[in-house]
């Protein structure tokens, strides 16, 4: 298979410390990978690499298919840290700016602006920007040279609810509407749930797993925990609906693998048969805690 962006056998060495170390990552076109690690792990310096802002100590890194030439590639946007804005001027200027750095035609400008959401922002100065304002003018800047790939390290980082649902709905719009490849690092392991369709996770430089989001929903825990007067009784009459062995007792609470779009029923039916119900609770581990797991693996 031919990849949008691979490594292989990347490796990073800062003096003697090895912080990047024999990586083989494949990205596949249309992808949203989400690069999950703690601090420290390597995300970063990877990212780094993959954009020529550092050079492997030893490895290669491919993109479509042909080896990087150690040269920023225009095909590539990123946004790394903070986005390197004009705080003084509009974001319609900042745009304008780096259309004349990166000598390209400013007509691309009113459709990134429309599709960022910041059509509207007239003479606004971007340094009196809400965070996840400036998070969405630098994904608008990465996007003027119209990228294949783009490249985000943690684009959430510090911003409040509304500010991330911004920044994933525009990922998940790009990527469905403009074809766009992501990468993306955060340490907000539930929020990057709900976009990536692959995982890398990464500790002390090595790469654990790559996992396709899918696969990895089957690979989790997902438990219906209802608590009943009647535990027994209550297990036996769910048992004519779903397979008894996905059911076990504890206590007082009869515990139930998956089911999640049963949970109305299941109540009605033991409310109905007289069964006292006083608590029902759907729990899944999802990604952080299988992330968990594998950090546990490598100690």
């Known amino acids: 298979m031919e990849y949008i962006m691979e490594t292989r056998q990347l490796t990073k060495k800062f003096g003697n410390k090895l912080a990047v170390d024999h990586v083989d990552m494949h990205i596949r076109k249309g992808d949203i990978y989400g690069l999950i690690g703690k601090n ?32 920023s590639d225009i095909r590539i946007g990123s946004l790394i840290e903070s ?75 510090g911003l409040d609810p509304a500010g991330i649902k911004d920044v994933r709905d525009l990922v998940i719009k790009l990527n469905r509407e403009k074809g766009v490849t992501f990468i993306i690092s955060s340490h907000l392991l539930d929020e990057l749930s709900k976009m990536v369709t692959k995982y890398g996770i990464i500790n002390n430089g090595v790469l654990l797993e790559e996992i396709d989001a899918a696969e990895l929903e089957n690979r989790t825990s997902h438990r219906m ?38 949970s109305a029923r299941f109540n009605k039916m033991l409310v109905e048969k007289g069964i006292w119900v006083s608590a029902l609770e759907l729990k899944s581990d999802g990604v952080e805690q299988y992330y968990m797991q594998a950090m546990g693996d490598m100690r």
């Open 225 to 262: 925990i209802i608590t009943v007067s009647d535990p027994l009784a209550s297990a036996n009459l769910i048992a004519t609906v779903i397979p008894p062995q996905e059911i076990t007792i504890a206590g007082n609470q009869v515990i139930i693998n998956a089911h999640f779009e049963e």
């Open 40 to 71: 420290g792990a390597g995300k970063t310096t990877i990212m780094r690499m993959m954009l020529s802002l550092a050079f492997p100590t030893s490895g290669e890194i491919f993109f479509n298919g042909q080896p990087s030439s150690g040269v």
């Open 83 to 157: 986005p390197g804005i004009f705080k003084s001027y509009s974001a319609e200027d900042n745009l304008k700016t780096f259309c004349t750095l990166y000598g390209i035609d400013t007509s691309v400008l009113d459709p990134i602006l429309r599709v960022v959401g910041l059509a509207d922002t007239g003479k606004k100065k971007a340094g009196q920007f809400s965070l996840g304002m400036k998070q969405r003018l630098g994904i608008a800047i990465s996007l003027l040279a119209e990228p294949e790939l783009i490249i985000l390290d943690e684009p959430v980082n």
